[in-house]
């Protein structure tokens, strides 16, 4: 049986009252990312000056930021670092012009990794000490299998213009990332390969992957844990 849902429910404002997030929801660092533009079929009906922002947005952002690497920068930690993920006494931390920044000693100092991108980068998941993922504009999916010193592109999609917020795994071969209006991509092979999925016929932002521990309803049993996809407009899918 494959482990993906078929589908998806959205839930009610205020779902998530009462129950406890891991720390992989409350690890954010700094605002939340700028979305870019995106294709016209996926922002017909968005507001004039909505839609004014995001262009503004794609036009400072540089087009071909993909296809070049991060600039080893001495400055790159005082950079804007958006995302962080806490495996043990490592720490990785992603954010602007494709930097990622790995300690071991628990943030008494940094090594900028070699990225091959100098996209924004949004988020980064790491399964374990050695293996992990990122993600960011122009649809980048990076992995790392040496604890964040060397990341490899498994997936980018420039053409799309649609930036990806947010990364989750389950484990090591099944995990999900999400995006700007209703972007959402998941893999069964690791990352490897990742397969477009449809979750409403809305274009909402699909802005984070929640892990929650959901009480048992009769109090006795231990909490269950549930996927959330927490979205624009008080919108969250499970």
Same mark, same amino acid.
């Given at each position: 049986m494959s482990p993906f849902r078929s589908t998806w429910t959205r839930e009610a404002p205020g779902a998530f009252a009462g129950v406890a997030t891991t720390p992989r929801a409350a690890h954010r660092i700094g605002p939340p990312p700028p979305v870019r533009d995106a294709p016209a079929r996926a922002r017909s009906h968005r507001p004039a000056a909505h839609l004014a922002i995001i262009g503004l947005l794609a036009v400072l952002a540089p087009g071909s930021a993909g296809a070049e690497s991060a600039v080893q920068a001495p400055l790159a930690i005082e950079s804007l670092l958006l995302d962080g993920a806490v495996v043990g006494s490592r720490m990785v931390v992603v954010g602007a012009r494709g930097h990622v920044l790995v300690s071991t000693d628990d943030g008494a100092s940094w090594t900028q990794a070699d990225v091959p991108t100098r996209v924004l980068l =949004? +988020? /980064?998941?790491?399964?374990?000490?050695? =293996? !992990?993922? +990122? /993600? !960011?504009?122009? +649809? /980048?999916i990076l992995r790392t299998?040496? !604890?964040?010193? =060397?990341?490899?592109?498994v997936h980018q999609a420039p053409e799309e213009e649609l930036p990806l917020l947010d990364v989750w795994f389950r484990d090591a071969r099944t995990g999900f990332a999400v995006g700007a209006y209703g972007y959402f991509l998941a893999t069964e092979d690791g990352g490897e390969t990742w397969t477009p999925r449809t979750i409403s016929a809305n274009d909402f932002h699909l802005n984070a992957l929640v892990t929650v521990a959901v009480p048992a309803s009769d109090s006795s049993g231990p909490p269950s844990q549930r996927l959330f996809i927490a979205g624009e407009a008080r919108v969250a899918y499970r």
């Open positions: =949004t +988020a /980064v998941h790491m399964h374990d000490e050695r =293996t !992990g993922w +990122a /993600v !960011g504009h122009d +649809a /980048v299998d040496d !604890g964040g010193a =060397t990341w490899s592109i």
